[in-house]
């Protein structure tokens, strides 16, 4: 595997550097999973696999500057209603230069685009969602299968991440479950005549 850090810290420190965001293709999987499983190997983000990137390559957006990646972010539906942010990861070389936000922008652009209620995140970085416009919830009001990915974390049972939500429709309007699921959740109380 490429060290992505010392690859990418000349390129990253270049004031003139021209950043681009787009889609992710499957040409970007091996930077992707550099950058993601470098953070993963600190304990910072869930690792993940050349299979599960290539099923969920559609989510992905990236940021690159001469041709090459500087970071990325994913959004997954889970609902009608609501997404997750994940894998938002900046090149350790080019964080604090704004690029966190334009991937977070950008999946927000997107979550519009597709009429959804909310995005959340499970994030150790709280404060940098805050500024984003994030509020912290329990995580019990975030959907069921969000936590899908929960069954295979080492932290499974001693978890420290927060929840996170944007809303981007009035919070009173915003629908988090599909009603399906709210049913299966918490049954509707059944009416005495
Ligand atoms: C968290 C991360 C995505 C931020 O990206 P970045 O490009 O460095 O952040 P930006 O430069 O876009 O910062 C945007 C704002 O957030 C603030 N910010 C950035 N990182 C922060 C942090 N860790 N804590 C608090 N605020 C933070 C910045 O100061 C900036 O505030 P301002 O607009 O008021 O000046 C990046 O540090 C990273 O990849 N971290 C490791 C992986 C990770 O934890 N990802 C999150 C998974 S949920």
Not at 11 to 18: F, G, K, L, Q, Y
């Amino acid at each position: 595997m490429r060290n992505f850090v010392a690859d990418q810290s000349q390129e990253a420190s270049r004031p003139d550097a021209v950043i681009a965001v787009r889609k992710a293709t499957m040409a970007d999987l091996p930077s992707l999973l550099d950058l993601i499983n470098g953070y993963a190997a600190g304990g910072l983000m869930l690792p993940r696999t050349e299979l599960e990137m290539s099923e969920s390559i559609r989510d992905f957006s990236v940021a690159e500057a001469g041709g090459r990646l500087q970071a990325c972010g994913a959004l997954h539906f889970y609902t009608p209603f609501s997404g997750e942010v994940r894998s938002l990861a900046v090149n350790p070389a080019a964080k604090g230069q704004g690029l966190g936000r334009r991937l977070l922008e950008t999946l927000e652009a997107e979550a519009r685009v597709f009429n959804l209620h909310s995005i959340f995140a499970f994030t150790y970085v709280s404060d940098f969602f805050r500024r984003l416009g994030f509020v912290e919830v329990e995580r019990g009001e975030l959907p069921l299968k969000a936590w899908r990915d929960c069954f295979r974390c080492p932290k499974f049972s001693s978890c420290d991440e927060i929840a996170v939500v944007k809303y981007l429709v009035p919070p009173n309007r915003a629908l988090m479950h599909h009603p399906a699921e709210w049913q299966e959740q918490a049954p509707l109380p059944i009416l005495k005549r």
